[in-house]
C-alpha cells in the first residue's frame, strides 16, 4: 500500500529530498528552505520471521520501495530533479546485508537489528572478558543488535561465502550503503560507502580514529575487502543514476536515532533528544570527546559533517514506553485507544501509590538486569485502574529520568532541557510529567518528522543549501514547552518509591530460565 | 418547558430497566416494572427494537439492550484522541500563518482549551492546555455555539458577559451573528474577548458530522486584521486545517 499526502503551502524550491528507510516501511519526504515539509510518500516492507527470534527483511523488495516512495513523493509535490539540490539518508541502524558486487543480488536477506540470532555468538566472542571486550574501542557492548557478528553469522551460515568474499566479490552494508550503492548507479559504478554514525553501530569501528578496526576484524573474523568505506555524514558521495532523481547528489547518511539529533538541532554540547515511540532512544551530544560509560550507556558518533571533527553521543534507550500503552489496551483491555490513557489517567491527582515498572524482558539501561520481570507494586484497596493509568505514564518518565541520570554521571554534563518527539508527544500529561520528574524544561518542536528533516539537514549543508548549523537553528520552532511544576519535596519522595518498586523486579527469573 | 412526550419517557424508563440488574428481562416483567399494560409496553419495545436499541433473544423471548445503543455509547469522541488527530495539522498551521492555533471543545457551559501550539517565533509563550474561554465571545466558543446545539442552548441561557466594547451580549444580535457563522463556515473574534487580539476559528466534525471541536488561529489584531480586514489567506488556512482533522477523524483507524 502507497499513501501520499502533500500539504498546501509552501516556498518555490529548491528542494533536499530525504528517504528514511525505516525498520517497518520506507518513506521519501520532500522538505523546502524554511524545513517544511511539502510532500510525503511511504511504502511498507514485509517483515519476514524465519524462526522465533530471527527477523529478516528482503533487500531488493526494500530498494524498489525506495525507488517508488522517491519517484511518489517527488511527482506529488509536482516538481522535478532539477529542482531537488541533494538527497539525504537516513535509515533503520544496525541491519545487515551482504550483496555481491557483481550482479547485485542480496546473498541473504538482511539480518534486522531486532535479530537475536547471534546472541550465542556474542557471548563466545566475548570469551573471558565478557561483553565489554570491545567497549573500549567501539563504545558499544558486544549484543546481538550490532552488525559485526551479523556479518560473521552470514559468512559461517551462506555457503560458499567465505570465499566469495575474501575473493572480494562480495560488499557488506547497513541500509544506508546499500540504498546509496543503487542510487548511485549500483553494478555500474555504484559508491561503496557508509557514514561514521552508522559505522559506529557496527563493533567494528575505532571510535577515536574512525577507521575500521583491524584487531576486532581479526577478532569478529571479517574480511576487510567486504567493508565500505567510511564518509563523513554530510558530504557528497556520488550522484544518483538514472530513476526520476538522476544527476542529483546523494549528500548525507545518518542513522535513525542520529538523525533525529541532527534535526532536533542539538548541536551543543549538553543538548538531547528523547523519541518516544515503542520504545524511547534518548541521544545527548557530548561534543568532540567520546564519553565512556560506566552507567550501561552507549558512546556512539552523533554525526561528522564534512571534514569537520565528529561530534559525539550518549544513548540510552528504554524498550517499553508506548508499548505498555498498548499492552493496556490490548492485552489489559483498560482503554480502548492509546490517547485514552490520558483521559482516565487525568481523572485522578496522582497515582494513588502505585508504581508499574515494566520490564517484560528485563531491566535495560542503565541496569541490564535480564533477570528482572515487569511488576506493579504499592498496591491498596484504593488503587483503581485509573492510578494504574497514571503509573503507566510515569512509569515512561522515571525511566527518562534515569537514562538522564546516567548521562549526567557519565558526562558531568546537566540536562537544560529536553527536546522530544515521536508519537507520544501528543500525550500532555505524560509531557508535564516528564518536565516534572526531570525539573527541566520539555520542548517539542514544531516538525514532528525529525528524523527524516536530521537528513535533508546533513545533505543541504554538504550542497551549500543551508550556510551552516546557525541557519538550520533558526529553522527550528518550538510548538508547545512544559514547564516543572512539581516541588522538590514530591518529587524526591516520589523517586524513591519509584527506585524501590524497580528494586522488587530483580531476580524473578532463576538463573536456568533466563 | 413544553409537555414531555410520554412514550419518550416511557422508552427511556424501559431501557434504564434493561440496562440495570438481570441482563435479559421478559414482556410481563418490564409491563408490571413500569405499571404498563403490555400492549403499550409491548409496542414500545418493538418500537425500540426496529431502531437496533433493545434485542429480543430468540430462544427465551426476552429483551436486552441493542448493539446500536452500545455503538452510540461507545462513540463519544476523546478529548485526547481528537488532539493526536489535530497534532500535524495544527503544527502546519501554526507555521503557515504565524501565529498560535488551539484547539477547543464544548465543556462545562465554555470552551475548553485542548490543544495549544505556539506562535512560531521563539518567544516565550505559555502552553494554555486545560484553560477555559467564554462561549459568547471568543472565536473558538462562537463556532462551537453556532453548530453544537448544546453549545447554543448553554449559551443562549447564560449571562453573557461584556468583556471589551466589542462584545456582542444582546441575544438577538448574538443569534443573527451565529446565522451569519453558520452561512460561511467560520467565526471571527475581532477584540471581542481581549483588547489587541483577534481570532479566526472554524469547526471539527466527526465521521457523523457531529461538531466536536473547533480550531482557531489567535493573534494581535495587527497582524490577524490588519485595517479592520481579516486576512482572507488566514481564513482559508484555518478552515482547511478544520477540514483536515475532520477527515482524519472520520477515516477511523479504530
Known amino acids: 500500500m502507497t499513501d501520499a499526502h502533500t500539504t498546501g503551502t509552501h516556498g518555490t524550491g529548491p528542494f533536499i529530498a530525504a528517504i528514511d528507510q525505516g525498520t517497518t516501511s520506507s518513506r521519501c519526504i520532500v522538505f523546502d528552505k524554511d524545513g517544511r515539509i511539502v510532500s510525503v510518500d511511504q511504502k511498507e516492507h514485509e517483515q519476514i520471521f524465519p524462526k522465533p527470534g530471527w527477523v529478516e527483511h528482503d533487500a531488493t523488495e526494500i530498494w524498489e520501495n525506495v525507488q517508488e516512495v522517491v519517484a511518489g513523493a517527488i511527482v506529488k509535490a509536482g516538481i522535478t530533479s532539477a529542482d531537488v539540490k541533494a538527497i539525504g539518508i537516513t535509515n533503520q541502524r544496525e541491519t545487515t546485508l551482504l550483496w555481491d558486487k557483481n550482479t547485485g543480488e542480496p546473498v541473504h536477506n538482511a539480518l534486522v537489528w531486532q535479530d537475536t540470532r547471534t546472541d550465542a555468538l556474542c557471548k563466545e566472542l566475548g570469551r573471558n572478558v565478557g561483553q565489554d571486550r570491545f567497549r573500549r574501542e567501539t563504545g558499544l557492548p558486544l549484543a546481538s543488535y550490532f552488525a559485526g557478528p551479523k556479518v560473521r553469522w552470514l559468512l559461517d551460515n551462506v555457503e560458499g561465502l567465505r570465499e566469495r568474499a575474501e575473493r572480494g566479490d562480495i560488499l557488506f552494508g547497513t541500509m544506508d550503503s546499500w540504498v546509496i550503492w543503487n542510487l548511485t548507479g549500483g553494478t555500474d559504478g555504484g559508491v561503496h560507502v557508509t557514514d561514521v554514525t552508522n559505522a559506529s553501530r557496527t563493533l567494528l569501528m575505532n571510535l577515536h580514529r574512525m577507521e575500521w578496526d583491524e584487531k576486532i576484524l581479526s577478532s569478529i573474523g571479517i574480511p576487510a575487502e567486504v567493508l565500505p568505506e567510511i564518509r563523513s555524514s554530510a558530504e557528497v558521495y556520488g550522484n544518483a543514476k538514472g530513476g526520476i532523481l538522476d544527476g542529483v547528489p546523494v549528500a548525507s547518511a545518518l542513522g535513525d536515532q542520529q538523525a533525529a539529533l541532527f534535526g532536533q538541532t542539538c548541536f551543543a554540547e549538553g543538548e538531547a533528544k528523547s523519541t518516544y515511540g515503542t520504545g524511547t532512544f534518548m541521544l545527548m551530544n557530548t561534543g568532540g570527546t567520546p564519553v565512556n560509560s560506566y552507567n550501561g550507556l552507549l558512546t556512539t558518533v552523533g554525526y561528522q559533517i564534512g571534514d569537520k571533527p565528529p561530534v559525539y553521543a550518549l544513548e540510552g534507550s528504554i524498550a517499553v514506553t508506548g508499548s505498555l500503552v498498548q499492552w493496556m489496551r490490548d492485552q489489559m483491555g483498560l482503554i480502548k485507544s492509546a490517547a485514552e490513557i490520558e483521559t482516565l489517567a487525568s481523572s485522578v491527582e496522582d497515582n494513588g501509590g502505585a508504581y508499574f515498572v515494566p520490564a517484560f524482558s528485563g531491566l535495560f539501561a542503565p541496569y541490564w538486569r535480564p533477570d528482572a520481570r515487569g511488576v506493579i507494586t504499592g498496591l491498596t484497596r484504593y488503587v483503581t485502574k485509573a492510578h494504574i493509568a497514571r503509573a503507566v505514564l510515569e512509569a515512561t518518565a522515571w525511566q527518562t529520568r534515569e537514562i538522564s541520570d546516567a548521562m549526567t554521571k557519565d558526562s558531568g554534563v546537566e540536562l537544560t532541557a529536553l527536546k522530544v518527539d515521536g508519537g507520544m508527544t501528543s500525550n500532555n500529561l505524560l509531557m508535564q510529567t516528564l518536565a516534572d520528574f526531570l525539573d527541566a524544561p520539555v520542548v517539542r518542536p514544531m516538525v514532528a518528522e525529525t528524523t527524516c528533516l536530521g537528513a535533508a539537514y546533513a545533505a543541504g549543508l554538504a550542497v551549500g543549501f543551508w550556510p551552516d548549523t546557525d541557519a538550520l537553528r533558526a529553522n527550528w520552532r518550538r510548538a508547545a514547552e512544559w514547564t516543572p511544576r512539581m516541588d522538590a519535596d514530591t518529587r524526591a519522595r516520589e523517586y524513591k518509591s519509584w527506585l524501590k518498586a524497580v528494586e522488587r523486579t530483580m531476580g524473578w527469573v532463576e538463573d536456568e530460565e533466563s | ?254
Not at chain 2, 14 to 23: N, T
Request: proline residues 3%; charged residues 25%; contains cysteine.
Open chain 2, 1 to 254: 418547558m413544553a409537555k414531555n412526550i410520554q412514550s419518550l419517557e416511557r422508552a427511556a424508563a424501559m431501557l434504564r430497566l434493561l440496562a440495570g440488574g438481570e441482563r435479559r428481562l421478559g414482556l410481563s416483567d418490564i409491563a408490571s416494572s413500569l405499571g404498563l399494560a403490555k400492549g403499550t409496553a409491548h409496542g414500545i419495545l418493538r418500537t425500540l427494537q426496529l431502531e437496533g436499541f433493545v434485542e429480543q433473544d430468540a430462544a427465551s423471548g426476552r429483551y436486552q439492550l441493542g448493539a446500536e445503543l452500545l455503538r452510540l455509547g461507545n462513540s463519544y469522541l476523546d478529548v485526547h484522541e481528537l488532539r493526536a488527530r489535530a497534532l500535524v495539522w495544527t503544527d502546519d498551521l501554526a507555521r503557515s500563518s504565524g501565529e498560535s492555533v488551539h484547539l477547543g471543545v464544548l465543556h462545562q457551559h465554555g470552551v475548553l482549551i485542548v490543544h495549544h501550539v505556539f506562535r512560531p517565533d521563539d518567544s516565550r509563550q505559555v502552553l494554555e492546555v486545560g484553560a477555559m474561554q467564554p462561549l459568547h465571545s471568543t472565536a473558538l466558543g462562537k463556532v462551537l455555539s453556532a453548530y453544537d446545539p448544546v453549545a447554543h442552548s448553554e449559551v443562549m441561557e447564560a449571562e453573557r458577559r461584556s468583556f471589551t466594547g466589542r462584545t456582542v451580549t444582546e441575544a438577538d444580535a448574538f443569534e443573527s451573528m451565529l446565522d451569519l457563522i453558520r452561512a460561511q463556515g467560520w467565526a471571527a473574534d475581532a477584540e471581542e474577548t481581549w483588547e489587541g487580539v483577534a481570532a479566526v476559528a472554524a469547526p471539527v466534525h466527526d465521521r457523523r458530522r457531529m461538531p466536536v471541536g473547533a480550531v482557531a488561529v489567535t493573534g494581535a489584531v495587527e497582524r490577524v486584521a490588519p485595517g479592520g480586514t481579516l486576512r482572507p489567506e488566514l481564513i482559508a488556512a484555518v478552515r482547511d486545517c478544520a477540514r483536515a482533522v475532520s477527515r482524519d477523524l472520520g477515516a477511523g483507524r479504530f
